[in-house]
């Protein structure tokens, strides 16, 4: 169990400085808030690298030595495999352990054994039909051959097709031929020519007249059947018991004794078929068509084997005889593999329907993803029996459903339903195999740190929440810890309450110009609460307050406290004449449990507070500025422009009939009148594009103003304050 994790990051992807130790001790979740632009996806990226064994270094100085530790609390380095980080969308992500999440592995074990029981006979006849063939080629040579030569099927219906046949049949006249020799490629070409067809059909005829006239030899009855008899009678003793053979001669019988008898007799009669003069012309004319270098070796065959010249006439039956004598020439290796593959196909039928209804770990993944994740469609597995029993890749099959009155539903590619999908509802199905991965890292018992770099972006509502409950699942796992990071502050507050983070588990980011700091966060609720307590105590947080129960009067109908109030967020007529006095008598009647408060210095003005707490902030070097303390210099920014626009347009009735946006209206109203003055301009934009959002803190999300920069809030509150002339 890990404890600690002491993680140190120096030139990291922009990331100068980062040191930390993280306390799993209590709760092994954390969440980070790093607004845009401080860390977020350079450390993720920082800890994919370390994840992988990739180097890490600094992409605009690379030159900088680069430092990468992430330590348990004993300074043993993390292992690359605890770590998995988890992007915001890998769009062709697909985690590597889906497979395992498919396993019964007692089926898969029954299912090999019977795979291996009929792979031992099938492959003890590969290896004799490749003998025999000459196919010694790499990969399924004799399989992919039978599969051409007999329609496509699979090399066990070819046999059970044939079993008959092989059984019936004792006759394997071929089994000699090379099948190789003959069906090479090149040597095809050449025997499907229109010349050499019409010259063997011309050969095939001449060779059937001289067979015809033959003592003993008859169309049906050639030397090739002969030797066939003459094997089969030497095999069975049948010449040592005694016994002869008849051979009509035309008129007679001919008693022949022996096995040599018999050979001498064919081969003299082979000998006058083949020496005929008129049948050595056609041969020598097929032998002149095979004099280039490609064609001799079948040539050289050929020469060896004339009595196969007839066959050639139809090739494709040739090829299935050659094939059928061999296994007939091998019929006890063909039975047993036959006999093996009867026996264990009834039980492997059996195991593949037991495999596609199996309740597997998968199926649960797939019920979390369909129930939790509103997406137009429905996952199931296509292929779970073959991943079980054979190890196969995964298929899932998407079911679309149209969400119209008929309800209908369709299968679709993957491909095809990415092109309908909204970027919300891709970014679901890729946290499906996010779940695939965290459920074969729980089976496997692999202790994980998952860095979570903002999983729930761009999600609808109803997806965030589902992920954030899958993310509390996982920090429920005893094995698993979660660094979870976001530039989101209201997703921020979702997790760690949703997660029941302590003070300690919710940190903030903080970049200095020397690197990054990770603080405990300050308000843990709503800071509000805490300001109320300390409106008479502490100016900042009696300013930073306004915006709040300006807000409130006016929901509650206060108009005109929601008037005065405007007046501290925007320079109006009475600005300058607002006091402490009050802003306390405001106060009290919007806030009815503070009907006792009293502020100090009543008579000051409430504008010259803004100001000069705005002048201490900026006169600070701590970078951890508070949310109060960048509320004030938003205000102080805004309130400075305000008046220098007000005092250089000079137009009170234009300023006094300005009643929504008035620091819009101010600006293009300086721009237009000021066209020159690029400087003040240009800090007036700023001005523009940081205050409308933030300090108008409608329903107290205060997440923009958090966003910001502090060095930037500072330095644009300097340039208003010294630069606009």
């Given at each position: ?19 930390h ?45 680069t ?19 988890i ?8 985690s ?5 999440l498919?396993?019964?592995r ?8 019977i ?25 399924n ?8 030569v ?5 090399f ?10 092989v ?7 071929f ?6 020799k003959?069906?090479e ?8 020519t229109?010349?050499?067809?019409k010259?063997?059909q ?18 049906g ?15 069975n ?10 051979l ?5 019988n001919d008693i ?7 050979q ?7 000998e ?6 008129d049948?050595?012309?056609?041969f020598?004319d ?16 050929l ?11 139809n090739l ?8 059928t004598?061999y ?5 006890d290796?063909?039975?047993?593999l ?25 199926k649960?993944?797939?019920n ?18 073959d991943?079980?029993?054979?190890s196969?890749?995964?298929n ?5 459903s ?5 309800h ?18 891709r ?6 195999h ?5 459920r ?18 761009s ?8 992920i954030?409950?899958y993310?509390?699942?996982?920090s ?11 530039h ?5 507050r ?11 588990n ?21 800071p ?5 307590d ?11 307050s306004?915006?709040f129960?300006?807000n409130?009067?006016?929901y ?10 405007t007046?501290l ?17 405001n106060l009290?009647?919007?806030l ?21 707490s ?6 600070t070097?701590n ?8 509320i ?8 400075k ?22 620091t ?22 700023q ?8 300090i ?6 205060y ?20 630069t606009?002339?």
């Amino acid at each position: 169990m890990i404890t600690t994790l002491k993680i140190k990051f120096d030139n990291c992807y922009g990331i100068k400085s980062l040191s930390h130790a993280f306390d799993f001790s209590v709760k092994k979740v954390f969440s980070i808030y790093a607004p845009n632009g401080t860390m977020k996806t350079s450390f993720a990226k920082t800890c994919k690298d370390y994840s992988a064994n990739k180097t890490t270094s600094d992409i605009i100085f690379p030159e900088r030595v680069t430092i990468r530790e992430i330590k348990n609390e004993l300074d043993i380095d993390i292992s690359a495999q605890q770590i998995f980080v988890i992007e915001p969308y890998l769009e062709k992500y697909k985690s590597d352990k889906l497979s395992t999440l498919l396993v019964n592995r007692a089926l898969k074990d029954r299912y090999e054994e019977i795979l291996e029981a009929i792979d031992k006979e099938k492959n003890n006849l590969i290896s004799k039909l490749k003998q025999l063939s000459g196919l010694t080629s790499r990969g399924n040579p004799i399989e992919n051959e039978l599969s051409k030569v007999f329609g496509n099927k699979s090399f066990f219906d070819i046999l059970l097709d044939l079993e008959n046949f092989v059984a019936e049949n004792t006759e394997h006249k071929f089994s000699a031929i090379t099948y190789n020799k003959i069906f090479e490629e090149k040597v095809v070409a050449f025997l499907n020519t229109k010349d050499f067809k019409k010259q063997i059909q011309e050969y095939i005829e001449r060779y059937n007249t001289l067979i015809e006239s033959s003592k003993y030899l008859k169309k049906g009855f050639n030397h090739s059947n002969v030797s066939e008899i003459q094997k089969n009678l030497k095999s069975n003793g049948f010449f040592e018991a005694q016994h002869s053979v008849n051979l009509f001669n035309g008129t007679s019988n001919d008693i022949i004794t022996s096995e040599v008898d018999l050979q001498e007799i064919i081969s003299k009669e082979m000998e006058t078929v083949l020496s005929d003069a008129d049948i050595q012309k056609k041969f020598n004319d097929i032998d002149s068509k095979l004099s280039n270098a490609q064609l001799r070796e079948f040539r050289e065959y050929l020469f060896d084997n004339k009595d196969i010249l007839p066959e050639l006439s139809n090739l494709e039956k040739f090829k299935k005889d050659i094939w059928t004598s061999y296994f007939i020439d091998q019929k006890d290796l063909y039975n047993r593999l036959i006999e093996e593959y009867k026996k264990g196909r009834e039980e492997i039928e059996a195991i593949i329907i037991q495999a596609k209804a199996e309740a597997t770990d998968w199926k649960d993944v797939i019920n979390i993803f369909n129930k939790r994740f509103s997406v137009p469609f429905k996952l199931e597995m296509r292929n779970q029996d073959d991943v079980i029993l054979k190890s196969e890749t995964p298929n899932l099959n998407f079911i679309f459903s149209d969400d119209d009155a008929l309800h209908q539903e369709k299968n679709i590619e993957e491909p095809e339903l990415m092109k309908v999908l909204s970027q919300g509802e891709r970014r679901a199905l890729y946290i499906l195999h996010i779940i695939f991965e965290v459920r074969a890292r729980k089976n496997a018992n692999q202790e994980t740190i998952f860095i979570v770099d903002d999983i729930a972006d761009s999600f609808d509502y109803k997806n965030k929440y589902a992920i954030i409950e899958y993310l509390k699942e996982i920090s429920e796992e005893p094995l698993f810890y979660q660094i979870i990071l976001t530039h989101n502050f209201d997703f921020h507050r979702t997790i760690t309450s949703r997660l029941n983070m302590g003070r300690n588990n919710k940190l903030n980011t903080i970049r200095t110009t020397t690197g990054i700091n990770l603080v405990t966060e300050k308000y843990q609720n709503n800071p509000f609460s805490y300001w109320k307590d300390n409106l008479h105590t502490n100016s900042e947080m009696l300013i930073a307050s306004i915006p709040f129960v300006r807000n409130i009067a006016e929901y509650s109908g206060q108009d005109n406290i929601f008037s005065n109030l405007t007046s501290l967020l925007h320079f109006k007529s009475n600005t300058s004449t607002i006091t402490i006095a009050a802003l306390e008598t405001n106060l009290k009647t919007i806030l009815i449990d503070k009907a006792t408060l009293s502020l100090a210095s009543p008579g000051n003005l409430v504008i010259d507070v803004i100001y000069n707490s705005a002048n201490i902030i900026l006169g600070t070097v701590n970078q951890n500025i508070d949310l109060e303390n960048k509320i004030v210099l938003a205000i102080a920014i805004r309130l400075k422009a305000e008046e220098f626009m007000v005092a250089k347009i000079n137009d009170n009735v234009f300023w006094n009939g300005i009643t929504t946006n008035q620091t819009y209206a101010l600006i293009q109203r300086f721009k237009n009148d000021f066209t020159g003055e690029t400087a003040n301009i240009e800090i007036l934009e700023q001005v523009n594009l940081m205050t409308p959002e933030n300090i108008h803190l409608n329903s107290f999300m205060y997440e923009p103003i958090l966003d910001m920069s502090n060095e930037h809030l500072k330095q644009l509150y300097q340039a208003v304050r010294d630069t606009l002339i």
